[in-house]
């Protein structure tokens, strides 16, 4: 190191310049790597949601279809059966801050309407839990139910999304007539009855949580019985 | 010291995590799944390389006086990158890691790299302190993540080992058994291996 570096390094405002350009630098470095990146990461994301939505309904297409259920969510597939089956509603009023004014309607091969999904949000223990829920025309039963973005625990509540987890939910009834239909909550390894789900082992929080969003819903759903879209994108 | 005893002591002789205790949070939080702990210790090993690497380049050139700053700057870079890779690459696994990758940047075996090796030490001997230390830290996880998805899940990198005829030890999965397992890693390291005399 020469001596007019080392008297430059002497200078008060040295530790600043040296500051701002190796900040200049990394925020550079940074800013063409997340452009670079940018494009796959949404076409992944958005490709990753319109699966979801389809493999929630892939059983009920399969039954009345006769293809596997498989086909519905294969991967080179779903954009061509995302636009075959499922039509992108709006409802003018949305619902309330869990459900998002967008929702789908999903269709079968001959136009006929099997059921709508949800775009849905609640607490998780760490931050918010986004879901999708798919129910019948009538509102009554769940179709299926999927979280498909949340910030639980890695290895503990982050296993919300698991199969094992979200697959129990197909088939429950999700209102009444009457009253609320209440879940609740047994262990992993136990039995389930009709309004029981099994819970996340070492999850706990985790798993109430999805419980209440479901409730919360479900109430929203109660306060705004008719379903009137305002907008058919198809 | 030559090249061979620096990854020895920096991965072995002072392991990060067994003899500094440094990284505990995330070898406590990450450990129940091998594949969890081995891509967080794939990003520790390219975090700690890269930026030793750098912090070593600049060391003649960082005023005292903001040289902290300049590596965690330098260190928060690189877990971001490691972050978008993930995203772009590996989208799975980094929601399985959820917020953990990007806490790699608090991880303290990366800011004791930095003070104590490549802040004072040639690039090259820098990089391969940070490619021990990250394998060092790496094996750790490695070792507890074993037991706790042997014990908890009954398998091994998502393979199931133990059938459906094992009984799922819950507590392995969760967080108080990562605690046990790592104090007790670290007796037997320290009493068998270490030889660690205490008065």
Known sequence: ?234 | MNKKDIFITSAFKDNSVIRQVLGICSSLAVTNLMLNSLIMGLGVIFTLVFSSLTISLIRNYTPRSVRMMAQVLIIGSYVIIVDIFLRANLPEISKQLGPYVGLIITNCILMGRAEAFSSKNNPVDSMIDGVGAGIGYTLVLLSIACIRELFGFGSLFGLTILGSWWLKWSIMVMAPSAFFLLAVMIWIMNDKVYKVKTS
């Open chain 1, 1 to 234: 190191m020469n001596a007019e570096q080392k008297g430059f390094q002497d200078k008060q405002y040295y530790p600043i310049v040296f500051m701002l350009l190796i900040t200049v630098f990394f925020v550079g470095i940074l800013s063409v790597f997340y452009r670079s990146t940018e494009k796959a990461v949404a076409a992944y994301q958005k490709q990753m949601y319109q699966k979801q939505i389809l493999s929630l309904f892939a059983d009920t297409l399969s039954t009345l279809t006769g293809y596997a259920s498989e086909t519905f969510i294969d991967k080179s597939k779903v954009d061509s059966n995302f636009e075959k089956y499922v039509s992108v509603m709006e409802q003018s009023t949305p619902f309330s801050k869990a459900v998002a004014a967008q929702y789908y309607a999903v269709r079968d091969a001959d136009d006929n309407l099997i059921g709508y999904c949800f775009d849905v949000t609640g607490s998780g223990l760490w931050g918010t839990m986004k879901g999708l829920l798919a129910v019948t025309m009538d509102f009554k039963k769940v179709v299926n139910f999927a979280i498909y973005s949340q910030m639980e625990t890695p290895g503990l509540g982050s296993r919300v999304e698991e199969d094992w987890f979200k697959h129990q939910f197909a088939g429950k009834p999700f209102q009444s007539e009457a009253d609320d239909i209440v879940f609740s909550l047994v262990l992993e390894d136990a039995l389930a009855e009709t309004h029981q789900i099994k819970q996340i082992t070492g999850a706990t929080i985790t798993s109430s949580s999805v419980l209440k969003m479901l409730r919360v819903v479900a109430q929203d759903f109660r306060q705004h019985p008719l379903l009137t879209p305002s907008k058919d994108n198809r």
